[in-house]
């Protein structure tokens, strides 16, 4: 029997488990607040942060929403950035990628506070993360440890194989999993566009975590029986229904799940748990910026 591991529930509970902090913080008078900055007309990216700050009010964080035409100058939201970090009642900000190709994003990655940095792509909260001292987990690899330990699935000396090092996803991905701590302590190895013979290498695995962009590139005959597979990919093919497209994973799931134990699907796995774990950053950066307690 193949587990099928629901993002959805276990994104129902993280979001449950952050009441209580909310209201701890809603006893100091604090509300939480989350800037959202769209500067961009891409569908993909506007329905992202619309569901990012729907999110936001079903649980009690204020959404401050900031849309720039994409013409506008870089300049123009450097400040916005600036303004930002210095407004009280924003304790997260998130500046939705890609940015046009005028701006360089990574400058705009280092404007942002570094306290303020939900989404941990700051250089300062990353050498924080690979030190071992995470301030905030960038929210996808974090929501894949989530899923991880509430399918009770150990990374303990786990075989994982992470394909994709990206800066948002594989690479802090494999940084969570060496971590000697829990939900890590895992042996891992990083497969990328050059890797020589990936099947051979997701054949080894315990879990494989498949980030690459690439519509059902992990197929059934590339795992272990008995594998855990956690699917990051979200891709847009051609289909023949009303919308003209249909979203699948980066594993060819029917055949994945022949061999695995267990498995996550598209959607309904990791995308509802980036969401939560945003939530949760920003839940952290607030309790963190006003000094309340709260158990996160
Ligand atoms: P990137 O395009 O930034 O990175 C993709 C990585 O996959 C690269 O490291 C690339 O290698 C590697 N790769 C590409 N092709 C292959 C291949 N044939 N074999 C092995 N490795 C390959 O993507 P992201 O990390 O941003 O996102 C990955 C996927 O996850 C996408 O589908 C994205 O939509 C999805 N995603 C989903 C989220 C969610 O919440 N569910 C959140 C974020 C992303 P190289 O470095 O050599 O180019």
């Not at 099928?4 to 993280?14: K, R």
């Not at 050059?194 to 879990?207: F, S």
Request: with cysteine; proline share 5%.
């Amino acid at each position: 029997m193949t587990t099928i591991i629901d993002g959805n529930a276990v994104a129902e509970e993280i979001r449950d488990g952050l009441a209580d902090a909310i209201d701890a913080l809603d006893e100091a008078g604090v509300k939480p607040g989350l800037a959202t900055v769209l500067m961009s007309d891409d569908p993909a990216s506007e329905t992202y942060v619309s569901m990012k700050q729907r999110d936001c009010e079903e649980v009690g964080i204020e959404a401050f929403d900031y849309e720039l035409d994409p013409e506008t100058p870089a300049d123009e939201l450097y400040s916005l950035v600036d303004d930002l970090n210095d407004d009280d009642e924003v304790h997260g900000i998130l500046v939705q990628m890609p940015v046009p190709d005028h701006v360089d994003d990574r400058t705009v990655l280092r404007r942002i506070d570094p306290a303020k940095d939900v989404d941990g792509f700051h250089p300062e909260n990353v050498g924080r993360l690979v030190a071992g001292d995470a301030r905030f987990k960038p929210c996808t690899p974090h929501g894949v440890q989530k899923l991880l330990d509430a399918a009770d699935v150990e990374t303990e000396g786990a075989d994982v194989v992470v394909v994709g090092r990206s800066d948002i996803v594989g690479k802090p991905m494999a940084n969570l999993l060496i971590q000697k701590a829990e939900g890590g302590n895992a042996t891992v190895t990083v497969c990328h566009s050059r890797t020589d013979d990936l099947a051979a290498k997701t054949r080894e695995a315990d879990i494989v975590v498949a980030a690459a962009g690439v519509p059902e590139l992990v197929t059934g005959d590339m795992l272990s029986e008995g594998v855990v597979v956690i699917d990051v990919g979200v891709n847009r093919v051609d289909a023949d229904n009303e919308k003209g497209y249909e979203l699948v994973g980066d594993v060819e799931f029917e055949s994945a799940k022949e061999k695995a134990s267990a498995i996550t699907p598209v959607p309904g796995g990791v995308g509802p748990m980036t969401r939560a774990m945003l939530l949760w950053n920003t839940v952290k950066a607030a309790a963190e910026a006003e000094g309340v307690d709260v158990d996160l």
